[in-house]
């Protein structure tokens, strides 16, 4: 479809399975996101030393490590390992919910935890559909996903007790059985494509700035939980992630300002304010804190999944794979900081000094990673005026080539030619380099051009350096 009537893909095509994948996908992310944060609710049936959130993020963890190992078993069974999973996991959340008071303790941290498994298992199913669907719905799919998750959220933790409890238990019901459905109508099978944990991996160029970005971005939002679990602040947060993924859908509609690159710009600053200001001005400026830290982890965490769908969708990658191993180190830093949202709050309440110096050592570690992170993931220079490619670009350019030649089908000699005539080389050169003949060399060329839809090295040298890695925006 032209660029002139690109943006109807939006509004053409709304089957049924569609808008019931926007619905599964929107219930999923409020489970994940209540049971974190809402459910089970407090310490009664949690050891005082591992607050209940981060005990569901380790077994989320658990959950997310067992996919990534089993991913092509999952994938070859057409995803029965996670929807038994997933169904087993609610039964034990209704359970839970109903009868916790009566329950064993030993039982309670059982249920708790496979409630997590099944959780994780929702996460990448519905992850799978977001990247089998169109590029330019796959963004808004995410945003209003996240919307959703965090009115509904709000509206559970304004019911509170166990109103709020079964909210939940419907969300997980409803998100499941909208997977199950598809499932039975088929529309899951381009969902999951086997592709070899292996082949994966080396398809993959996630970058491990990414992944620790990320996962900095999870620890905040572990800390906001922390903390707001302790002072009732958990409403307010939810109403600055609504306003967060409002503004995002208007990004998305108009000019896309909100990006990763806009983000490691401005994000630093704004969080280094919010954690010095955390424990230092009183309740009122705790408030803005965590809210501000709030709208920064909603605007992360939608441009990561874009990002991370985008890249699944250009390397051909396994979904399951890319999306288990990213979320098991991202929950972990979520655990962390739920432990330390909990620690510095119970501080505060007895050494408020200590409490600040805590907060803002915080802030210098997030402010000064963030920096590195960035100059890493973003840099400054590509080719220089001779042609060649300087010293601090040069595996940034390979990797850029690279993921080219994957995107566009080139063999592994053809990339190899590529990387070559990609840093101003002759066809002469390649010959000698590669010890082919002239003949062959230009062959390759041709068929690089052609695979490419170029026409000319300069328009080559541009394609390669518009090709996205994952972590960009």
Known sequence: MGDGNGKSVLYEKIS??????????????????????????????????VPSAAFIALFMVIGFFL??????????????PLIVCEFVGMVLMCLLS?????????????????????????????????????????????????????????????????????????LYAASLFAAIFMKKRGATSNIFPYISSAESDRRSKIMPESTIKFSVDSFQFGLVVGVSCLNGTGPLCFVAGCLAAGVLIVDRATGKIITERTLSMYAPPLT????CSLFLFGDYARMGSLCLITVLFVFATCVGWMAMVGHVKMSRLSPLRIFSKARRVQYLATAAGVVFGCFAAGLASV???????????????????????????????????????????KGMWAKRCKALSDSCGLSERQREVLVLIAQGRSA??????????????????????????????????????????YGED
């Open 272 to 275: 280094a304010a919010a954690l």
């Open 351 to 393: 050494d408020w000094l200590l409490a600040v110096r805590a907060s803002v050592v915080l802030s210098l570690v997030v402010t000064f990673a963030f920096s590195v992170l960035h100059k890493s993931r973003f840099p400054e220079t590509g080719l220089e005026d001779d042609g060649s490619i300087s010293a601090g670009s």
């Open 16 to 49: 049924v399975e569609y808008l019931l994948g926007a619905f599964g996908l929107a219930t999923a992310f409020s489970t994940a996101l209540s049971i974190l944060s809402l459910f089970p609710g407090g310490e009664a049936i949690f050891l005082r030393v």
């Open 428 to 469: 002469k050169y390649v010959e000698q380099e590669l010890s082919i003949s002239l003949s062959t060399a230009q062959t390759h060329i041709r068929n690089i051009y052609r695979k490419v839809g170029v026409h000319s090295r300069q328009e080559l040298l541009n394609e390669i350096e518009s090709t996205k890695l």
């Open 98 to 170: 109903v009868a916790e008071p009566w329950l064993p303790e030993i039982a309670c941290y059982v249920f708790a935890a496979i409630v997590a498994l099944g959780s994780a298992s929702l996460l990448c199913t519905w992850f799978c559909w977001v990247c089998a669907q169109d590029s330019l719905r796959a963004p808004l799919l995410v945003v209003v996903g996240c919307l959703f998750a965090c009115a509904a959220c709000l509206l559970e933790s304004l019911l509170g007790g166990g109103f709020g409890n079964a909210a939940i238990c419907i």
């Open 67 to 80: 996919i990534s190992a089993f991913q092509e078993k999952i994938a070859s069974a057409k995803r029965s």
